[in-house]
């Protein structure tokens, strides 16, 4: 709608992970080349994680792209909320592997087969899991058992997992100590910078088909609203800009003010902050905490008046005359 206007060739800010538009930052750069020494050097286990809208699923189609040959197959399990045999029965499929009517036992030998067949020709098979911060304790340990395919200095399957920072406090389970300690490498992906949120968006006009008026359409000040709004995560970039360039060509405007990414934001209610549940839970603990000890200390006096009353039969004279032989423990 507004490409001819702004004489673009495509879309610049869909929210879909194209490699084509991909920002390489210093981080990003580095975490994909952590994913593709991993599997090109047989790590085995590779961990990758970042905040929702970073760039991991991107940066994952990335890597399949650079790893697209013909001496690599590679499954890409996406739908983490899996039962381990659900699981395991994916896995197979997605690398080709006849499922139907096999039990587990059966999957694994399939599977394994499989792999190291492949691993005499010299081929690499991979395993991809993203939304890996879904992914159960039992499927993280059945993948953890599915390397135990390996040779005396190298993994037969390489092992991708890709998720939230709910990953790594996962990973950091007495549980899956085991799995932590098997992880070759390991990498983190940060929302951008001021900077670098203004080098992502012009470098994305440019790829869509913009000349050397990015500037102009995107100036510095509606810049600074944007990575404000966003905080720097690349897909709230990409929502901002692109309601912004609809908004901006419907009013016929040339470049994208201030006053729209506002009304943006206030649209998406980006500039929402959730409290955190933590401290309400914690201030109801310390009331229900309180409240307990109240209740303990006036059961204590009740069965001290009592047991006054049965001893002396006037607990009240004997405690005005001090003459009660015990004193009240509270």
Same mark, same amino acid.
């Given at each position: 709608m507004y490409k001819a206007f702004y004489n673009l060739k495509r879309n610049p800010f869909e929210i879909t992970p194209d490699p084509f538009f991909l920002f390489p930052t210093r981080r990003h750069n580095e975490a994909l080349a952590a994913l593709y020494y991993g599997v090109r050097r047989h790590k085995g286990f590779v961990v990758m994680t970042g905040e929702v809208g970073t760039g991991k699923t991107l940066l994952v189609r990335c890597l399949l792209q650079l790893l697209n040959q013909s001496d690599v197959s590679y499954a890409y399990v996406f739908n983490s909320r899996l039962s381990p045999m659900e699981f395991l029965q994916y896995v197979a499929g997605d690398f080709g592997?006849?499922? /139907?009517g096999k039990n587990k036992s059966e999957l694994l030998l399939t599977l394994s087969n499989y792999v190291i067949s492949r &691993?005499? =020709? =010299?081929? #690499? #098979?991979?395993?991809? !899991?993203?939304?890996? &911060?879904? !992914?159960? #304790?039992?499927v993280l340990e059945e993948i953890r058992l599915l390397t135990?395919?390996?040779? #005396?200095?190298? =993994?037969? %399957?390489?092992?991708?997992?890709?998720?939230?920072? @709910?990953?790594? @406090?996962k990973l950091d389970s007495v549980e899956l100590r085991q799995l932590k300690q098997r992880i070759a490498l390991r /990498?983190? %992906?940060?929302?951008?910078?001021l900077e670098e949120t203004k080098g992502y968006i012009y470098r994305r006009l440019q790829l869509a088909g913009a000349n050397s008026s990015s500037s102009l359409l995107f100036p510095p000040d509606a810049i600074v609203r944007i990575h404000r709004y966003s905080r720097g995560i690349p897909r709230l970039i990409n929502t901002i800009c692109e309601n912004a360039l609809i908004t901006s060509y419907a009013r016929q405007l040339i470049s994208i003010t201030p006053d729209i990414v506002e009304d943006i934001a206030a649209d998406f209610r980006l500039g929402v902050? &959730?409290?955190? =549940?933590? @401290?309400?839970? /914690? /201030?109801?603990?310390?009331?229900?905490?309180?409240?307990?000890r109240a209740a303990k200390t006036l059961l204590l006096l009740h069965d001290y008046l009592q047991k006054l009353q049965s001893s002396h039969g006037e607990p009240r004279a004997a405690a005005a005359t001090g003459t009660g032989k015990h004193e009240p423990y509270i």
């Amino acid at each position: 709608m507004y490409k001819a206007f702004y004489n673009l060739k495509r879309n610049p800010f869909e929210i879909t992970p194209d490699p084509f538009f991909l920002f390489p930052t210093r981080r990003h750069n580095e975490a994909l080349a952590a994913l593709y020494y991993g599997v090109r050097r047989h790590k085995g286990f590779v961990v990758m994680t970042g905040e929702v809208g970073t760039g991991k699923t991107l940066l994952v189609r990335c890597l399949l792209q650079l790893l697209n040959q013909s001496d690599v197959s590679y499954a890409y399990v996406f739908n983490s909320r899996l039962s381990p045999m659900e699981f395991l029965q994916y896995v197979a499929g997605d690398f080709g592997l006849a499922v /139907s009517g096999k039990n587990k036992s059966e999957l694994l030998l399939t599977l394994s087969n499989y792999v190291i067949s492949r &691993h005499q =020709k =010299k081929l #690499t #098979t991979v395993l991809v !899991v993203d939304e890996a &911060h879904h !992914v159960s #304790t039992e499927v993280l340990e059945e993948i953890r058992l599915l390397t135990n395919l390996e040779t #005396t200095n190298e =993994k037969l %399957l390489q092992i991708l997992l890709v998720g939230q920072p @709910e990953l790594d @406090e996962k990973l950091d389970s007495v549980e899956l100590r085991q799995l932590k300690q098997r992880i070759a490498l390991r /990498s983190q %992906l940060q929302p951008l910078d001021l900077e670098e949120t203004k080098g992502y968006i012009y470098r994305r006009l440019q790829l869509a088909g913009a000349n050397s008026s990015s500037s102009l359409l995107f100036p510095p000040d509606a810049i600074v609203r944007i990575h404000r709004y966003s905080r720097g995560i690349p897909r709230l970039i990409n929502t901002i800009c692109e309601n912004a360039l609809i908004t901006s060509y419907a009013r016929q405007l040339i470049s994208i003010t201030p006053d729209i990414v506002e009304d943006i934001a206030a649209d998406f209610r980006l500039g929402v902050v &959730h409290q955190p =549940k933590l @401290e309400v839970v /914690s /201030s109801n603990n310390n009331e229900d905490g309180d409240a307990r000890r109240a209740a303990k200390t006036l059961l204590l006096l009740h069965d001290y008046l009592q047991k006054l009353q049965s001893s002396h039969g006037e607990p009240r004279a004997a405690a005005a005359t001090g003459t009660g032989k015990h004193e009240p423990y509270i």
